[in-house]
């Protein structure tokens, strides 16, 4: 159980253009998705805080108008990432709590997304 | 500002022996714990949490949380290559914020 798929795996954009990520709960509603960002032999950083059916919360230094969040569904989170630029090229991951437990339960995460910017 | 430290490594362990993974954190409140492994290129994948102290256990993996001192380890015993690997400790700290370490690296030797 608690199965989270991210899509796509791996991007390659030109400097200026927007990327959508999208992250889907495949066996549970999540009604708050965690995503995060990881540059190479860093450790992980949250970036926002997607919620269903409002505004998502961004950690401080994150722009919110570039990295647009949508979380239209109990099932899907999407990250766009908008006038993408090379120092944007990271690791960006995904995650959500399992159902049972609040906030208490442990988060797992969707398998990635690669994205380089050229 | 809450922390969770971790020390970096690699940590070099010999393959079949104990791998023993600590974390501390600043927080006197938190809540829950959380071990995840991390190899390479790859996200994070849960391999243990604990809430309350003492040790628990599934199968190969024992984490251990003593809210005293602030600590949580974990043990990886009768260490394979395949445990070579970062991993990572997390905690919900009283606000319900998950804390990450910077992850210790683990390096198994055949």
């Known amino acids: 159980g608690a199965v989270v798929s991210q899509h796509p795996s791996w991007v390659i954009c030109k400097s200026g253009t927007s990327v959508k990520i999208e992250c889907r709960s495949l066996?549970?509603?999540?009604?708050?998705m965690f995503w995060y960002r990881q540059f190479p032999k860093q450790s992980l950083m949250l970036m926002a805080t997607s919620n269903e059916g409002s505004k998502a919360t961004y950690e401080q230094g994150v722009e919110k108008d570039k990295f647009l969040i949508n979380h239209a569904s109990l099932t899907l989170s999407t990250l766009t990432v908008t006038s993408a630029h090379p120092e944007d090229s990271s690791f960006y991951i995904c995650?959500?709590?399992?159902?049972?437990?609040?906030?208490?339960?442990?988060?797992?995460f969707g398998n990635g997304t690669r994205l380089t910017v050229t | 500002q809450k922390e969770v430290e971790q020390n970096s490594g690699p940590l070099s362990v010999p393959e079949g022996a104990i791998a023993s993974l600590n974390c501390t954190y600043s927080d006197r409140g938190s809540q829950s714990f959380f071990w995840y492994r991390q190899y390479s290129g790859k996200s994070p994948e849960l391999i243990m949490f604990?809430?309350s102290n003492g040790d628990k256990e599934d199968g190969r993996f024992t984490a251990q949380l003593n809210k005293a001192s602030q600590y949580v380890s974990l043990l990886i015993r009768d260490s394979q290559p395949s445990d070579s690997a970062t991993y990572l400790c997390?905690?919900?700290?009283?606000?319900?914020?998950?804390?990450w370490g910077a992850g210790t690296k683990l390096i198994i030797k055949p």
């Open positions: 604990i809430y």
């Open positions: 995650s959500a709590r399992e159902p049972v437990g609040g906030y208490n339960s442990p988060l797992h």
């Open positions: 066996d549970f509603q999540a009604t708050t």
């Open positions: 997390a905690v919900n700290d009283s606000n319900y914020q998950l804390i």
